[in-house]
């Protein structure tokens, strides 16, 4: 059925997720929104700011999974989208408004409300509400807490792939476990994906508040949009990512505040070769990461914020992003 088709499909697309893996053995705080204090960028955290900054940027590997349009998830919500989806995809099971609970295979339960205009077909609307407690259907997730899902755009065609699709997720108190490591999230984010006018694609996603947590660890970005652009007139792949957010991480100590000010521009599955993000903190210091090839990238450091560098490093895109693992 097409219309569970599609809730799938945007398990990989739907989250834009900072925080980081560890073992499930620490209990894992409800991640919240509450606004962090501006952090000054040092010679200590720069390197670790601009490793988070470029995972959440550029998505974990965005650049790689952008024809699959799978930007970057929380693990296991993929399973948890299509948990929930296959116990409506009995169309016979689905009304204008359906609302029933159901047992998961191993242990735990489910419980769905839909709200849809058309039982046979998606419309702009839509609503599921999915409320997981503890459910594990037997594939090594165990999922807890609330998900709504809202189709927010749709048009032209899927089985030509000229089509537009935006959905909002809402996620409370979200949790899931996968091989010993548990990821939560709550807030909102929405996704939209635009391919009606070949060759160019562009996916946006945006959130005014998205917490996540990983470990004993909660972080949260405001304010972000990161609007991706693929071009298949080219080979390789032509990408081009450009980006704004908030992000309060005690990785680095506070928040920061980043900007595109120059696009990123990358060839297929590989770094950026060309762009640059602008860190801000405290006291108007900054931080400029500058992509110099797709294997290198160079950070310019202002620590007093009187708008000269005092310090420049290099490294690698693979070493800068492993900071923030």
Not at 106 to 125: A, K, M, Q, R, Y
Not at 150 to 160: C, K, P, R
Request: negative net charge; hydrophobic residues 40%; aromatic residues 4%.
């Amino acid at each position: 059925m097409i219309r569970n088709t599609i809730i799938v499909a945007l398990a990989g697309a739907m989250l834009v997720a900072c925080g980081g893996g560890s073992s499930g053995s620490t209990p894992v705080p409800d991640p919240t929104v509450s606004g962090g204090d501006p952090v000054a960028i040092t010679m200590d955290n720069a390197q670790v700011t601009a490793g988070v900054v470029a995972n959440v940027a550029l998505g974990d590997g965005v650049f790689g999974a952008l024809s699959g349009l799978e930007l970057p998830t929380i693990p296991g919500v993929a399973g948890a989208i299509e948990t929930g989806a296959s116990k409506i995809s009995n169309s016979s099971q689905l009304t204008a408004t359906t609302s029933a609970g159901f047992d998961c295979a191993v242990l735990g339960t489910v419980d769905i409300d839909v709200t849809v205009s058309n039982p046979l077909e998606p419309t702009e609307g839509d609503v599921y509400a999915l409320q997981f407690a503890q459910c594990d259907e037997g594939n090594g997730v165990v999922t807890d807490g609330g998900m709504i899902i809202t189709i927010t755009d749709l048009g032209g065609d899927f089985a030509s792939g000229e089509f537009l699709l935006g959905v909002r997720v809402e996620l409370s108190a979200f949790h899931v476990t996968e091989a010993g490591e548990t990821h939560g999230a709550s807030g909102s984010a929405s996704v939209v994906i635009d391919s009606s006018t070949p060759p160019l694609t562009t996916i946006t996603v945006s959130t005014s508040a998205l917490a996540t947590t990983g470990g004993s660890t909660a972080e949260a970005v405001t304010d972000l949009t990161v609007t991706i652009s693929e071009n298949d007139s080219t080979f390789p792949t032509a990408v081009s990512v450009q980006t704004s957010f908030t992000i309060d991480s005690p990785r680095i100590g506070g928040e920061v505040v980043v900007s595109t000010s120059l696009a990123l521009q990358a060839s297929g599955d590989e770094y950026p070769y060309v762009g640059e993000l602008r860190v801000s903190g405290a006291g108007n210091s900054a931080l400029v990461i500058i992509a110099l090839d797709a294997n290198r990238v160079r950070l310019e450091i202002d620590i007093d914020g009187d708008g000269a560098y005092d310090e420049s490093l290099e490294t690698t895109w693979d070493e800068l992003m492993a900071l923030a693992s």
